[in-house]
């Protein structure tokens, strides 16, 4: 097992635009998570799906953030009209009781 | 609201030195996670304890689960440079795996 990976491991991009992130969870684990961390600061959650199922949004997931797992598997978080104060560390993980972190992806906005 | 308060928040300590960091809330919490967190990676996950009371040993590393599930604390004995990082707790509330609640860590730095 190769652990929770996630792509890409660094972006940067400007004001305004969309990015999007991929997480592939440990393959026997049906739950997958989201979570934000600031310089500074812990983790905080955003959202996670049970199988393909989104079961929780944080309110830190305005309408411009939208997450999906389609087939249970990989997931996606999309981040629309990007803000300066998007930049963070954005953490996938997965688990069945356990949480267990992927690298994260460090999104800059400029 | 920090529901999950970390003290202290910084220790710089010489190698072979021994420490303790708290994780301390007025929530009960139906589990309680260790994570350690290298600068740039995401948190590698340490230990969980469930009951209260528990005492987890993890070669040098020595976790407690408080009596009544709302307290934790980290013992680490004879630090050695390797150990440097930042010592993140979280927390379970609901029970079964859902949103965990993180403190805001405890940075560790062990100079040789």
């Known amino acids: 097992d190769t652990g929770v990976s996630q792509n890409p491991r660094h972006k940067i991009t400007k004001r305004g635009q969309n990015v999007t992130f991929r997480c592939d969870p440990i393959?026997?684990?049906?739950?997958l998570y989201w979570y934000r961390q600031t310089l500074g600061q812990g983790p905080e959650f955003l959202t996670y799906f049970q199988n393909e199922a989104q079961l929780e949004k944080s309110r830190l997931l305005s309408d411009r953030f939208s997450a999906e797992r389609p087939k249970g598997s990989f997931s996606t978080l999309e981040i629309q009209r990007t803000e300066q104060g998007d930049s963070a560390m954005y953490l996938c993980?997965?688990?069945?009781?356990?949480?267990?972190f992927g690298p994260g992806t460090r999104l800059t906005v400029t | 609201t920090q529901l999950l308060e970390q003290s202290p928040q910084f220790l710089s300590i010489q190698e072979g030195e021994n420490l303790t960091v708290y994780c301390n809330s007025s929530?009960?919490?139906?589990?309680l996670q260790w994570y350690r967190q290298e600068p740039g990676e995401g948190p590698v996950l340490l230990v969980t304890?469930?009951?209260?009371?528990e005492v987890k040993k993890l070669k040098r590393l020595t976790f407690q689960f408080g009596d009544a599930r709302k307290d934790s604390s980290l013992h680490i004995t004879a630090a050695q440079p390797g150990d440097t990082g930042l010592y993140l707790c979280?927390?379970?509330?609901?029970?079964?795996?859902?949103?965990?609640?993180f403190g805001k860590g405890m940075k560790l730095t062990v100079n040789p």
């Open positions: 304890v469930v009951t209260g009371g």
């Open positions: 393959s026997e684990h049906n739950r």
């Open positions: 993980a997965s688990g069945n009781y356990e949480q267990y």
């Open positions: 979280a927390g379970d509330t609901q029970g079964g795996s859902e949103k965990l609640v």
């Open positions: 929530s009960v919490f139906s589990s």
